[in-house]
């Protein structure tokens, strides 16, 4: 490949023993500019900004080449203080090899590959190599040909951070991911607090990054975030909705419901139940005709406004689901008819092999029949007198189509790639639904006939065998489903469904359209709700690749050049190349944590599980369990049941389906008695049953503590009496995590406790 140099670019300065390389314009995505703060040591540096592969925690930016797709030539080596390679590697050297190991796999290029697109050849290998050293001494051996001459290659040792290795059951019970998670965790809020974005205090990224690293620090658990997250969360407090309102707000509307309805699930703060009332009121408003299909802006902003309609969005509807799902399971308002909608155009979307969206759902803006035409149109009356809402622009003409007299087709034209026949208009005027738009005598016109065919609920769980290439509306439609929804069997076949598609298909996370991080986040959470274990690890073991070579030596994850062969498509190259890969890396690590409803915690509707080992199928990774002395167990029953018949006066307990070993099928923990026995009721039916505390075994017991943890998420004595029972029934891998939410203090004073 011949290299065309810029003439800005002849001169060059030496830094130490380096130069930067001269940075030829190359293919897709090579070229493509790279906007970061935190790179600014390479990017100042060229005129085109580069966007190259970064190795893991090396300080090296590399390229592959077509003609050498099993070799990663060097780009740029970091010189700063923190930089590994410093003075080890140099600019244009080729590495062919690490720890003794020649690279044996060539990268395929593009997007749409047999077995799907993602990481392949040297970097995928590069990675295990990476994560052998660190979890060893950190000498990472690179096999160099210097300047590209064979002859003269030489290894050069790279010092890393010996770290550890990620244990098997990774993202759960996993030491690595915890560390990991709370540095990862710390960068998003050293870049919220220093201003590189919009100003001190805020998020950068764009909305899908604001709420991302909100989302990530909220999963954690970690209480040195909580200060920040109550202050960003209190900017919600006396929000209210218009859907009249200009500007892409679709997109914000679903990640603020998301965020509101997590942060209301785990404090229970009241200042947020009216604007999120005032938000699911808001929502119909916002799509066409309170059908579910959303575009950027609201549906009845485009009516006012005179817009033309866009094409439906799937992530936006995906992300309103979630949002309903989220208040539905919190107990709050939510708007149920459009909450079905929505789950209908996922099943409309569903084959039998996968959940199959794109950038719509699949008959979103068209008939099964896709040559039918599109499902709306804009058109002109000859009488502008004809065919009036009686309300103004945006809402619906009560007459519909009947006696509006002559009229012109004004959109879609001819020059649009929406345009397909439009007969439709005339032809299904009686079931067409007329709405009053901005214009004289302009009028928007939807499609509403009979004739289309939703596809029907199923009646068993599917058999998922395929992927998709556009996974974040899948992801959002596998948690939106299993959130809350237990009473619907066949949401919980649908979203099993999503998540599997989502589990199968590791390489294309970052390949959707757009935004990849959306598509990246959101496949992580979807894929994790896999009820396939051996499909799951296998996921988990490919995206453990992206945590290791995203790491950058001076902090953060940094987005890479995965598959995509699009140019212009990756708008999180601009809007935060750092922070948006830092909060999908973070939110993948807090899976373990099951903080959050879209994490895997246990919502009103779900069910009290054993801990994340359940999900894998692996023992967990636990040290020896503690001894505690029978008095001492005594007390902490009677502290258990004080704490239970708290929840119960206060009108708390809600239906979460437990197992316990006085019950043969799911039952809940329904009330506690004036005279201390507990009160169980079953799942389907009234019929009841009571028990003392005594009377239940020590797993009934932790399962109880458990309860009761998940009630007070920020009460650090429930995190610590969980962590007492689990310890004292051998799980001491999630007795250490209870320990961990309890804090360093109370940490300290639990040695004394036991023998």
């Not at 592959?64 to 203080?81: H, M």
């Not at 392949?120 to 290998?125: A, N, R, V």
């Not at 560390?179 to 919009?198: A, H, R, T």
Request: charge should be positive; charged fraction near 25%.
């Amino acid at each position: 490949m011949k290299t065309r140099i810029h003439l800005s670019l002849i001169l060059l300065f030496l830094i130490g023993q380096n130069a930067f390389a001269i940075m030829e314009r190359g293919d897709y995505p090579w070229n493509t500019k790279l906007r970061s703060f935190y790179d600014q040591e390479m990017t100042s540096k060229f005129a085109e900004i580069p966007w190259l592969l970064n190795l893991g925690p090396t300080g090296i930016r590399a390229r592959i080449y077509k003609d050498k797709p099993n070799r990663l030539v060097v780009k740029y080596v970091f010189q700063d203080a923190k930089s590994p390679a410093k003075g080890k590697v140099e600019i244009e050297d080729v590495i062919v090899g690490a720890n003794g190991k020649r690279f044996k796999t060539s990268h395929r290029f593009g997007r749409n590959l047999p077995g799907g697109g993602g990481w392949d050849g040297p970097m995928m290998e590069l990675a295990g190599h990476l994560e052998d050293s660190q979890g060893k001494d950190g000498v990472l051996e690179l096999m160099v040909w210097p300047g590209g001459e064979q002859k003269l290659e030489k290894v050069a040792k790279i010092q890393l951070r010996p770290v550890g290795r990620f244990s098997a059951t990774f993202p759960y019970n996993c030491p690595r991911s915890d560390q990991m998670l709370e540095e990862l965790c710390d960068f998003i809020v050293m870049d919220y607090e220093s201003g590189n974005w919009k100003g001190a205090n805020s998020f950068g990224g764009g909305p899908h990054g604001d709420a991302h690293q909100l989302l990530a620090l909220m999963a954690s658990g970690n209480p040195k975030y909580k200060r920040l997250i109550k202050n960003t969360m209190s900017r919600y407090h006396g929000k209210k909705y218009d859907a009249a309102n200009g500007g892409f707000r679709m997109w914000r509307w679903g990640f603020d419901s998301i965020l509101m309805g997590e942060y209301y699930t785990l404090t229970k703060d009241r200042k947020l139940v009216a604007p999120m009332k005032s938000l699911a009121e808001a929502m119909a408003w916002g799509s066409h005709n309170g059908n579910g299909i959303y575009t950027h802006r609201s549906e009845i902003n485009i009516r006012i406004t005179g817009r033309k309609p866009y094409a439906s969005i799937a992530a936006i509807s995906g992300l309103q689901m979630v949002g309903m799902s989220l208040f539905k399971a919190a107990g709050v308002s939510y708007d149920e008819p459009l909450h079905q909608n929505i789950h209908q155009h996922y099943l409309n979307s569903s084959s039998p092999s996968a959940v199959n969206i794109a950038y719509a759902f699949g008959n979103a803006d068209k008939l099964n029949d896709r040559d039918i035409g599109p499902r709306h149109a804009i058109i002109k009356l000859a009488n502008p007198k004809k065919g009036l809402s009686g309300k103004g622009p945006g809402y619906v003409c009560p007459t519909g189509m009947k006696d509006i007299g002559e009229y012109e087709l004004v959109w879609p034209t001819k020059a649009d790639p929406r345009w397909k026949p439009t007969d439709w208009i005339a032809k299904e005027a009686d079931t067409n639904v007329l709405t009053e738009h901005k214009g004289d005598g302009i009028r928007r016109v939807d499609r509403s006939h009979p004739k289309y065919e939703e596809a029907p609920e199923p009646k068993k769980p599917y058999k998922t065998t395929g992927s998709g290439r556009h996974l974040a509306p899948v992801g959002m439609g596998a948690v939106a489903h299993l959130i809350g929804n237990t009473d619907k069997p066949t949401w919980k076949y649908l979203g099993e469904h999503c998540a599997n598609t989502c589990a199968l298909g590791p390489g294309n996370g970052f390949d959707g359209h757009a935004a990849s991080n959306l598509h990246g986040f959101w496949s992580v959470v979807g894929a994790a709700r896999s009820n396939q274990p051996k499909q799951l690890r296998t996921y988990f073991d490919y995206m453990k690749t992206f945590l290791i070579l995203s790491e950058t030596h001076n902090g953060g994850l940094i987005l890479q050049p995965w598959g995509r062969d699009r140019p212009g498509c990756n708008s999180d190259a601009s809007y935060g190349p750092r922070v948006l890969p830092t909060a999908t890396g973070a939110i993948l690590l807090a899976l373990g944590k099951k903080r959050l409803q879209i994490t895997g915690a246990s919502s009103a509707g779900g069910e009290v599980d054993s801990g994340p080992k359940s999900r894998l199928g692996d023992k967990p990774n636990g040290r020896k369990a503690r001894k505690l002395s029978a008095e001492k167990q005594v007390l902490l029953g009677k502290s258990l049941l004080m704490a239970l018949a708290e929840l119960s006066s206060a009108n708390q307990l809600k239906p979460i389906p437990m197992t316990i070993s006085k019950a043969r099928s799911k039952i809940w923990l329904a009330k506690v008695e004036g005279d201390a026995k507990l009160t169980f009721q079953a799942m389907q039916g009234d019929k009841q049953a009571s028990f003392g505390l005594e009377e239940l075994t020590a797993d009934d017991h932790a399962l109880l503590s458990r309860l009761v943890a998940r009630y007070r998420p920020d009460d650090q004595q429930a995190q610590a009496t969980a962590g007492i029972y689990m310890e004292v029934v051998g799980d001491t891998a999630v007795a250490d995590e209870y320990y961990k939410k309890a804090g360093p203090e109370i940490q300290e004073k639990l040695k004394a406790l036991f023998e």
